[in-house]
Each structure stands twice: as structure tokens, then as C-alpha cells.
């Protein structure tokens, strides 16, 4: 059995990072867009989990005043399904709660139905759209918000 651990992103992760970068997103993050959200922007925090040393998932986020918005989240394709992507977002949604944060926003494509569920399962509501937000494929954005004063609805330890 494995154990899985969470820690902040450190430049010697990038290398599997960008891998699971790449897996997971049309237009994937660039090393300098992850260098630059862990040495230079001051509102970003990023995370990774490790099964056995192996960066396994990673989230990213902006504290703005009392607003956390998630900025990028992605798990491994052979980890998926596992719990590890929950596990992310919650512990981002405990700690934001405990320091005060008011809510937590994001950007999603209407098309990624996991990540949709995943979201809805937190509580988020979509509140509103950002056309051709993604230009790869000039896809629209879904706005999506939770209030971190409500119950939280995707913790494990809340079901």
C-alpha cells in the first residue's frame, strides 16, 4: 500500500509536473508559467501529492484578499480515480476556510465533465461564462464558484 503525501511545489518536481501537464491539457502550462507562479507570484501557492516520492497530482491557486481561485489542478492519467484530485482541492478548501477565505473560484471547460462533477460535489455553482476563453478551440469558460461558508459537500470526512 502506498502513502500519499502532500508538499509545495519545488522547482526539482517540474519535470513530472510538465508530464502530467502535458497528459492532461490542450494548452498545458509551460516551465516559466510554473517558474514563475513559484518564485514570483506573490498570490500563488502550489501544491503537489507524492505516492512513494512520484509527484502524483498538483494544484495551483491564487489568495486574492478573501478569494482562493484555482488556477490549475491535474493528477497523473495511471492515478486517476483514486481520490488524489478530491483530496487537492479539499485540503485547498480547509485551510481556505480556516483562514477566512470567502470563496473559492475557477475556470473549467463545459466539456470536462470529471472535473465538473468533481466541482459540483464541493458545491460549486457555475456563476458565470467567459466566451472563447479558451482559444485553442474557442471553447467557452464556465465561471464557477463555492462559498466557503456553506457545508462543504466533497470531504471526505464530511460524508
Request: proline fraction near 3%.
Amino acid at each position: 500500500m502506498s502513502s500519499l503525501t502532500l508538499d509545495r511545489m519545488r522547482v526539482e518536481d517540474l519535470d513530472q509536473v510538465l508530464a502530467i501537464e502535458r497528459a492532461s491539457f490542450t494548452m498545458p502550462w509551460s516551465r516559466g508559467a510554473f517558474l514563475y507562479e513559484m518564485q514570483q507570484n506573490r498570490v500563488a501557492r502550489c501544491w503537489v501529492t507524492r505516492d512513494a516520492g512520484r509527484v502524483v497530482g498538483y494544484l495551483c491557486v491564487w489568495e486574492i484578499a478573501d478569494e482562493l481561485h484555482v488556477t490549475n489542478i491535474a493528477v497523473r492519467p495511471d492515478a486517476r480515480r483514486r481520490g488524489i484530485g478530491r483530496d487537492l482541492l479539499g485540503t485547498a478548501i480547509a485551510d481556505a476556510r480556516a483562514r477566512g477565505f470567502r470563496v473559492v473560484a475557477l475556470e473549467v471547460r463545459p466539456s470536462n465533465e470529471e472535473a465538473r462533477a468533481l466541482y459540483d460535489s464541493f458545491g460549486f455553482h457555475v456563476v458565470g461564462r467567459r466566451r472563447g476563453y479558451y482559444y485553442d478551440t474557442g471553447e467557452d469558460a464556465l465561471v464557477m464558484e463555492a462559498r466557503l461558508d456553506a457545508v462543504p459537500r466533497g470531504n471526505r470526512e464530511a460524508s
